[in-house]
């Protein structure tokens, strides 16, 4: 069992910067792909960003890409993402998943809570 623990989010104007992280506690985390995804009110959960277990292998969304930034520290168990640039429609609650393969699909065994990001206009 995996337990994902995300921190970080909170209100920022836009074109901020805001980090978000996870931290996970349980089996080993070097093994686990990981990934971010996002749900804004009224909308599905859509995919944001995942890193596979080596740190290589990286993946964004075509919304994102070339604004959030996807990293891990393994001896820290932790996963980060990055958001700079912000815009109001980043707005949601991000979530982060843990599984056996980086995917841009939420085929992923464990999930978070989830952090609230605002970015006002």
């Known amino acids: 069992q995996v337990q994902l623990v995300e921190s970080g989010g909170g209100l920022v104007q836009a074109g901020g910067s805001l980090s978000v992280s996870c931290a996970t506690k349980g089996r080993t985390f070097s093994s686990y792909a990981m990934g971010w995804f996002r749900q804004a009110p009224g909308k599905e959960r859509e995919f944001v960003a995942a890193i596979s277990w080596s740190g290589i292998n990286i993946f964004y969304a075509d919304s994102v890409k070339g604004r959030f930034t996807i990293s891990r520290d393994n001896a820290k168990t932790t996963v980060y993402l990055q958001m700079n640039s912000l815009k109001p429609e980043d707005t949601a609650i991000y979530y982060c998943?843990?599984?056996?393969?980086?995917?841009?699909?939420?085929?992923?065994?464990?999930w978070g809570q989830g952090t609230q990001v605002t970015v006002s206009s």
């Open positions: 998943a843990a599984g056996r393969y980086a995917s841009m699909t939420p085929s992923y065994d464990y």
